[in-house]
Structure formats: C-alpha cells, structure tokens
C-alpha cells in the first residue's frame, strides 16, 4: 500500500470517529443510550457478518488472544459506548471534542504503565496540555451564568466527566489493539469485538426495546443511526487497521488530531452549537497536546527515511 493511500485511511477514520462522535448527540435524545446501542451492534454486526468466518491462513485462537478480544470489546466497544452516548447527551459535542483530544496522551500513559514503553518529555508535554484544555473548558462550563445554561447543560460537569472515562477507554482499546493486531486480521478484530458488544449490550437493548415507542422515531433519525454503527464499528476500525499497515504507529498517531477537529466541525457546522472564545483556547491548546503526542521525533524521522 502507497503512503498516500495510508495516509488517506487514516485521516478519514479518525474524521469518521469525530463526527459520530458529535452526530451521536441528536441520537441520543431520539433513543435510550443502551436501545442505541444495542441497535448499533446489531445493524454493524449484520454487515459484518461474512468477516466473521477464520481466514484459512490464520492460526486458531489460544486463551490469550480470546480474553484479550473479550477485553477489547467490554472496554472499547460496550464501555466506551455507555460513557460516550450517555456524556455527549449531557454536554456539547465541542466540549467532546475537546476532551476526545486528550486520547492521545491517553494512550501513551497507559502504554507507559501497562507495556513499560518509555515516554519522552515532549509526551508529558502533551499530557499537561489535554489536561489544561480539559481543565479550561470545566471552568469555562462552570463560570456560565445559570441563565444561559440548559437543562441538560446544569449536568455538563458529569457530561465532560463521562467523555473523560470514554477516553481512557479508547486509550485501553488502543493498547490492547497492539496485541491483537499481530495475531488477527483488521475484519476478524472488528466482526469479533462487535460480536462480544452485541452480547454485552443485548439483556439492557432488549429490556428498553420492550418499552420503547419505535414509531416516535423520524425517518431521519433511522438513517444516521445506519450511518452512525457503520461508522462506528466498521469503517473506522478497517480503515485504520487497513492504513497502520503502510504506516508506522507513531506516525499513525498524527491523523488522531482530525478527531477533535471534525467534532468541533461537526458541532458547530450541522448541530448549531457555538463555539466561544475559551472553548476555542481550550480546543487551541487540547490539539498542541495531539501533536506534541503523536508527531514522530528528528531521529525517528531520520531513522525512517534512511531505512526507506
């Protein structure tokens, strides 16, 4: 695969996980966070099901690469998605943005504690800057005036809070993705893990289907519900796993800033939202912590372009 074929996979899965980030919020006032749910496994599972068929090239899975694809789903996909539908319900998709910025520095610190991979100073740089923009905007949120916040805004606080949780579930995902990734192909991680999300979610998707009043739902809620778990649990998960083939992961990590960028995007350009001045600082200094995080080193670099 050609670098700029690479590049191209990963820059618009992290642009497709922004954006059902963002465009998961009118879903959620349309649905129940766990029928959402439940029904994303269910559409994505659907579409891939012919993925979930052992390659004949590929070695049977031993104890350790099932507990570890169980692991990735329950915290990638089933957690991930508890904390992210119901925190984006709660805040605005700029404040996920933002805070969906820190996954990076995320990533490291848990690979740091978890893989003892050493973090250089420029990473810890990019620590202090995802927690100062997630600190800027929880005290932009909590100087707002009570008469300019909503409703749902007076829970803003538990809203960023459960975004935060769904980062750290990314960055797990993102570890234990490494693991994986040598031992199964891209379809088979993600027809699998959707799978273990299907199951994980379907006793609380069943109990809210029964109560719930389908006919309430407009026509254009079901098509970005379509969009949204083809998104969600396809496209993104092949496209990155199809463009880390032709790309090194640290230089992979570079298209994570299109995350938070096509969040804000999304929020501010199709759901209305405003983006004021300290959200704006906050998302300024949140996206220097994505690069500080992700952009390879003068020697890696050297390294690569020598060896190539």
């Given at each position: 695969?050609?670098?700029?074929?690479?590049?191209?996979?990963l820059?618009?899965?992290?642009?497709?996980?922004?954006?059902?980030?963002?465009?998961?919020?009118?879903?959620?006032?349309?649905?129940?966070?766990?029928?959402l749910?439940?029904?994303?496994?269910g559409?994505?599972?659907?579409?891939?099901l012919?993925?979930?068929k052992k390659?004949?090239?590929?070695?049977?899975?031993?104890?350790?690469?099932?507990?570890?694809?169980?692991?990735?789903?329950?915290?990638?996909?089933?957690?991930?998605?508890?904390?992210?539908?119901?925190?984006?319900?709660?805040?605005?998709?700029?404040?996920?943005?933002?805070?969906?910025?820190?996954?990076?520095?995320?990533?490291?610190?848990?690979?740091?504690?978890?893989?003892?991979?050493?973090?250089?100073?420029?990473v810890?740089?990019?620590v202090?800057?995802?927690?100062?923009?997630?600190?800027?905007?929880?005290?932009s949120?909590?100087?707002?005036?009570?008469?300019?916040?909503?409703?749902?805004?007076?829970?803003?606080?538990?809203?960023?809070?459960?975004?935060?949780?769904?980062?750290?579930?990314?960055?797990?995902?993102?570890?234990?993705?490494?693991?994986?990734?040598g031992?199964?192909?891209?379809?088979?991680?993600?027809?699998?893990?959707?799978?273990?999300?299907?199951?994980?979610?379907?006793?609380?998707?069943?109990?809210?289907?029964?109560?719930?009043?389908?006919?309430?739902?407009?026509?254009?809620?079901?098509?970005?519900?379509?969009?949204?778990?083809?998104?969600?649990?396809?496209?993104?998960?092949?496209?990155?796993?199809?463009?880390?083939k032709?790309?090194?992961?640290?230089?992979?990590?570079?298209?994570?800033?299109m995350?938070?960028?096509?969040?804000?995007?999304?929020?501010?350009?199709?759901?209305?939202?405003?983006?004021?001045?300290?959200?704006?600082?906050?998302?300024?200094?949140?996206?220097?912590?994505?690069?500080?995080?992700?952009?390879?080193?003068?020697?890696?670099?050297?390294?690569?372009?020598?060896?190539?």
């Amino acid at each position: 695969m050609s670098r700029p074929v690479a590049f191209g996979c990963l820059a618009l899965s992290m642009s497709l996980v922004g954006s059902y980030v963002a465009l998961s919020k009118p879903l959620t006032a349309a649905l129940p966070v766990f029928l959402l749910g439940w029904l994303r496994f269910g559409i994505a599972g659907i579409a891939m099901l012919p993925w979930l068929k052992k390659p004949a090239d590929e070695a049977p899975m031993n104890r350790q690469t099932r507990w570890l694809v169980f692991l990735e789903s329950f915290v990638g996909n089933f957690m991930f998605s508890i904390c992210m539908l119901f925190g984006v319900s709660m805040t605005s998709a700029v404040s996920a943005g933002v805070i969906m910025a820190a996954i990076p520095a995320a990533v490291a610190v848990l690979s740091w504690i978890f893989l003892r991979e050493q973090i250089p100073l420029r990473v810890w740089g990019a620590v202090a800057c995802a927690m100062g923009g997630i600190g800027l905007l929880a005290w932009s949120n909590s100087g707002a005036t009570h008469a300019a916040q909503s409703s749902a805004g007076n829970h803003a606080w538990l809203g960023n809070l459960l975004v935060f949780c769904a980062v750290l579930c990314e960055a797990a995902y993102a570890v234990i993705g490494k693991k994986l990734s040598g031992v199964l192909s891209p379809r088979r991680i993600s027809s699998l893990i959707n799978l273990w999300g299907f199951l994980l979610m379907t006793p609380m998707g069943i109990y809210w289907a029964l109560k719930f009043d389908f006919a309430s739902v407009h026509g254009g809620s079901w098509l970005l519900l379509i969009f949204y778990s083809l998104a969600a649990s396809v496209w993104t998960v092949w496209l990155w796993m199809t463009g880390l083939k032709g790309v090194p992961a640290n230089l992979a990590g570079i298209f994570t800033v299109m995350l938070p960028v096509s969040a804000t995007l999304v929020g501010v350009l199709v759901l209305g939202e405003k983006l004021s001045s300290m959200q704006l600082v906050a998302f300024a200094i949140a996206t220097l912590g994505v690069l500080l995080a992700t952009l390879p080193s003068r020697n890696a670099l050297k390294r690569r372009y020598t060896d190539a």
